[in-house]
């Protein structure tokens, strides 16, 4: 199974701040990464697919880029609706696998 | 409207076997791809597992710590996706999860709807 590494584990920041996180694949995964936001009691939602592109809906403060084996995730400004835990996973092949999560919280 | 409603969950005995429940309306099921995902209390996401659309051929495929145990199969004449379970674990408490979209390389198409979560709790 490819391994996804992803750090930090939590964080904290003021609302307005940019925000990064990072995720580092066992192998090559080409740009098959999605970025998954869930809030505390809340579904998953799908955020970011193919490494960069932002899904329907989602606002343009969300980014995400990278490929080959390292991607990052990027917040340009934090909002109170952001606290959340953030996921990267992997889709190149089966099984799909997730980094272990990104506690976001406001500082 | 595109609409996903999980139903099912319980308090069950290892085990025992339970019967997921992911109705959908405002699309055809077969169209697409539907996944399964999970979060155990104080855990991270996992993916449980998927069925192809009827296009890439309906089958699914699932994670190693279900696979024989749990099965994903769609009514489309009720347009509901099920996840059956059986031989259940206490590993196997989570909070469930059913949703549109999914898959691997070329053939994955972006996750767009979820259902609610619904808890499963394996205890005796």
């Known amino acids: 199974d490819i391994q996804m590494t992803q750090s930090p584990s939590s964080l904290s920041a003021s609302i307005g701040d940019r925000v990064t996180i990072t995720c580092q694949a066992s192998?090559?995964?080409?740009?098959?990464l999605n970025w998954f936001q869930q809030e505390p009691g809340k579904a998953p939602k799908l955020l970011i697919y193919g490494a960069s592109n932002l899904q329907i809906g989602v606002p343009s403060r969300f980014s995400g880029s990278g490929s080959g084996t390292s991607f990052s995730f990027t917040i340009t400004s934090l909002q109170p609706e952001d606290i959340a835990t953030y996921y990267c996973q992997q889709y190149d092949s089966l099984p799909p696998t997730f980094g272990q999560g990104t506690q976001v919280e406001i500082k | 409207e595109l609409l996903l409603a999980g139903s099912g969950g319980g308090l069950v005995q290892p085990g025992r076997s339970l019967r997921l429940s992911c109705a959908a309306s405002g699309f055809s099921l077969d169209d697409y791809a539907m996944s399964w995902f999970r979060r155990a209390p104080g855990k991270g996401l996992e993916w449980v597992g998927f069925i192809r659309s009827k296009a890439y051929g309906g089958a699914a495929d699932y994670a190693a710590s279900v696979k024989g145990r749990f099965t994903i199969s769609r009514d489309l004449s009720k347009s509901i996706a099920y996840l059956d379970m059986i031989s259940l674990r206490t590993e196997d408490t989570a909070v469930y999860y059913c949703?549109?979209?999914?898959?691997?390389?070329?053939?994955?198409?972006?996750?767009?709807?979820w259902g609610q979560g619904t808890l499963v709790t394996v205890s005796s």
């Open positions: 949703s549109r979209g999914g898959g691997v390389g070329h053939g994955y198409s972006p996750i767009d709807s």
């Open positions: 192998q090559d995964i080409s740009n098959y």
